[in-house]
């Protein structure tokens, strides 16, 4: 991870008046790899390439140009991870442009709202389409001009707008599609395109949408591109998530730790990231990073569990909730919160009852015995999690907890998550939470675009949820509620023991 940019991140927080303030207008304090940072470093080293740059775009916004063939706009939650972009106002922020480089917001463009529709695909991807899919001689007149999105699971479109499609369709003269076409783009619908993304447009619109619904399940469709859907993974899991009420959290358990959670209110903070709700057009989604997640937990497994989940597992269950008052803090990367170098710190509670922390002192130690271990490792990763959402002003006990990716498969992590934050824990029906959540972004921003303005997520899904793939289940029950005020007074004895590590080896 690029941290070439500290220099610059330190004087854009002096120059704003400090990392708590630039927070209060971006949504976090300077990060070496957001945009902002890197802009005055290629201004300082290189001001002539600065001065012939005509636009400046993410990877989101400069992937959706070439597929449209002109600059797309950046959007305002992906603009958000830049530190340029005021969240409250959605709009560039004057005072931190200005402590970028001069005449940086010609450079950046428009800003669009996140459901707003990018453009048409290029008639060079167009053509090259219609070449792939072997269509031009054939149906030498079809004209390409639509993106549906395709998918297994249920679909979203009511039979009310489907019968009324078909009646429209009488009135339309069109020519027919010849068998041999409709054969060749079946056999190739689902191969070779990334993700199961399928380029499709032509002008008998409702024919062709007729005859997909008839044949998959399919979620979106959409009049043009726009890439965030496909390319921010992190912006697209939430909404594959159905996280849109403020205190719903969702913990992805991968190679790194994240952390989502939905917030009627901005309190700035000097940890983690807040962006404009991209399917809300007031709130706030809140997201922490952790590097360390499943990499250093198979690294724990490896030392403690003999290389077996099952062991792991089982361990897990041995040890009781509290593990003895043993806290561990396993860094194997360096980690951005806290931020900590590589490192492992074992600490002993004297004195712990769990009622309170008066008179209870650590003793740090070298190792745990395994058992110990194991449990530390969850305990601490996620009693970290706990103590920096509430910071963040997250609502204690979360309104609904989803937990994703790898380690949401193992129910004993999952009933440590139940205990620690004193609910139940719902897990994904399907593992690919972010592809889903592409398609429904898009057939968002088609709703949008059709109705002229925001139309609410919720309405896309309401009342029918439970069938389709957006569903969760219920994996854990909250068995003990006093478990998780308990769990309370070990978090202040951690942050505690956290904040004077960082005041020994991390950066404030």
């Given amino acids: 991870m690029d941290s070439s940019t500290t220099k610059q991140c330190k004087k854009i927080e002096e120059a704003v008046g400090g990392a708590l303030e630039l927070s209060r207008i971006t949504g976090s304090r300077a990060y070496e790899r957001y945009t902002g940072p890197q802009i005055p470093k290629i201004y300082e080293m290189q001001p002539e390439v600065y001065q012939k740059t005509e636009r400046i775009s993410l990877v989101s916004s400069f992937m959706a140009s070439l597929l449209i063939g002109r600059y797309a706009c950046i ?32 450079k950046l463009g428009n800003l669009a709202p996140a459901y707003a529709v990018a453009g048409l695909i290029s008639p060079y991807f167009v053509e090259s389409l219609l070449l792939q ?51 060749k783009l079946k056999r190739r619908m689902f191969r070779g395109w990334p993700g199961g993304y399928v380029l499709w447009k032509t002008d008998n619109f409702e024919l062709l949408l007729t005859w997909l619904r008839s044949r998959f399940q399919f979620v979106g469709v959409i009049l043009s591109l726009k890439l965030i859907v496909i390319f921010d993974n992190l912006v697209i899991l939430n909404i594959g998530l159905t996280l849109s009420t403020p205190g719903d959290l969702a913990i992805s358990l991968g190679t790194s730790d994240t952390v989502f959670g939905i917030s009627d ?38 030392r403690c569990a003999e290389k077996s989940w099952d062991v792991f597992s089982k361990y897990l269950q041995q040890t009781p909730p509290l593990n003895g008052g ?41 190792e745990f015995d395994s058992p110990s271990g194991v449990r530390a490792i969850i305990e601490g990763q996620l009693l970290s ?8 002003g997250m609502p204690f006990p979360p309104r609904r907890l989803i937990a994703t990716s790898g380690a949401s498969a193992n129910q004993s992590i999952l009933g440590a998550v139940a205990s620690i934050f004193g609910c139940d824990v719902y897990t994904v029906r399907r593992p690919d939470s972010a592809s889903l959540g592409a398609a429904v972004r898009a057939a968002h921003g088609w709703l949008c675009n059709q109705k002229g303005g925001f139309v609410p997520i919720e309405g896309m899904y309401k009342d029918k949820l439970d069938k389709t793939s957006l569903s969760c289940k219920l994996s854990v029950k909250d068995g003990d509620p006093s478990l998780a005020a308990k769990y309370a007074m070990m978090v202040k004895k951690r942050m505690e023991i956290e904040n004077r590590l960082v005041e020994k080896l991390g950066r404030l």
């Fill in 326 to 366: 043993k806290l561990g803090f396993y860094y194997k990367d360096y980690e951005i919160l806290p931020p900590l170098p590589v490192g492992y710190h074992r600490f002993v509670l004297e004195n712990f009852t769990s009622d309170s922390i008066n008179g209870v002192t650590e003793r740090e130690v070298t």
């Fill in 265 to 302: 209110e901005h309190q700035p903070r000097l940890e983690g990231h807040v962006f404009p709700n991209p399917v809300d057009t007031k709130g706030y989604m809140v997201m922490l990073c952790y590097k360390n997640g499943s990499l250093t937990r198979e690294e724990i497994r490896d």
């Fill in 75 to 106: 959007d305002q939650t992906d603009g958000a991870g830049m530190n340029l972009l005021d969240i409250n106002q959605r709009e560039w922020s004057k005072k931190a442009l200005d402590a970028i480089a001069p005449d940086l917001e010609p």
């Fill in 385 to 392: 999690v706990r103590a920096h959402i509430e910071r963040c």
């Fill in 133 to 183: 899919l072997g269509l031009v001689a054939n149906c030498s007149k079809l004209r390409f001009r639509y993106l549906f999105l395709l998918c297994d699971s249920a679909s979203l479109t009511s039979t009310t707008e489907i019968n009324q499609r078909k009646r429209k369709l009488r009135n339309i003269h069109c020519k027919r599609i010849c068998s041999v076409c409709l054969s």
